[in-house]
């Protein structure tokens, strides 16, 4: 009999985001076809448990969240490496300059 192929254990990663507008919505959207789809989940934050993750309506409003698939938060700007460390092969390259971009602005 075949071996099964490993079925993943881990959770895929959420991105959170504000539904309360066009623009965020938009927004949303593009990211998830643009990056990939089947990579993460798209949902948003006024339908999902926020407490699981020790989130409150204040960190999401406004505001894109990735939750890892091991659980981990990011919010604001360091959402951005996360999505290209998640996506699509050819955007992967892009992961270093912004993440350094993202550490540069934050000590300002």
């Known amino acids: 009999m075949p071996d099964l192929p490993a079925m993943p254990t881990d959770p895929q990663p959420v991105l959170l ?62 959402v951005w490496p996360e999505l290209l460390r998640h996506g699509h092969r050819f955007l992967r390259p892009g992961v270093r300059p912004v993440e350094g971009l993202v550490r540069a602005r934050a000590r300002r």
């Not at 309360?20 to 999902?48: C, I, K, M, N, Q």
């Open 17 to 78: 985001y504000d539904d309360t507008t066009a623009l965020g919505r938009a927004r949303a959207r593009v990211l998830w076809h643009v990056v990939s789809r089947d990579r993460f989940e798209l949902r948003p934050w006024r339908r999902v448990a926020l407490e699981r993750w020790g989130l409150a309506p204040e960190d999401c409003r406004g505001h894109l969240v990735w939750v890892g698939g091991d659980g981990t938060v990011t919010r604001g700007r360091g």
